[in-house]
């Protein structure tokens, strides 16, 4: 059983940056895949970004590349999710996933065996 617990969820300023952080406890945490999705009212869940066990690679949703970071501490048991630029529609709970490392990292929600309970990000215009 592996336990998340996403923070770092706040209102902030369009054009603004945020950095979400999820740490995990339970198991070991290199043993884990690590992805961040979101779910905007009214929306389906999707995926945002993904992470290897080793933090070597990572995979982003189109409408965050160049603007959000997927990063990890194996050491701290924490996955990290560094958001610059935010725009009004970024809005949405944020989630934290872990997923068996043979995935790699993974677009697809249903590879993830762990949630989180979600940290909510608000943009303002």
């Known amino acids: 059983q592996v336990h998340l617990v996403e923070s770092g969820g706040r209102l902030v300023q369009a054009g603004g940056s945020l950095r979400l952080s999820c740490a995990a406890s339970?198991?070991?945490?290199?043993?884990?895949?690590m992805g961040w999705f979101r779910q905007a009212p009214g929306k389906e869940r999707e995926f945002v970004a993904a992470i290897s066990w080793s933090g070597s690679v990572t995979y982003y949703a189109d409408s965050v590349r160049g603007r959000f970071t997927i990063s990890r501490d194996n050491a701290k048991a924490t996955v990290y999710l560094h958001m610059n630029s935010l725009k009004p529609e970024d809005t949405a709970l944020y989630y934290c996933?872990?997923?068996?490392?043979?995935?790699?990292?993974?677009?697809?929600?249903?590879?993830?065996?762990?949630w989180g309970q979600g940290t909510q990000v608000t943009v303002s215009s």
């Open positions: 339970g198991r070991t945490f290199s043993d884990y895949a």
């Open positions: 996933a872990a997923a068996g490392r043979e995935y790699g990292g993974s677009r697809n929600q249903n590879d993830y065996r762990y």
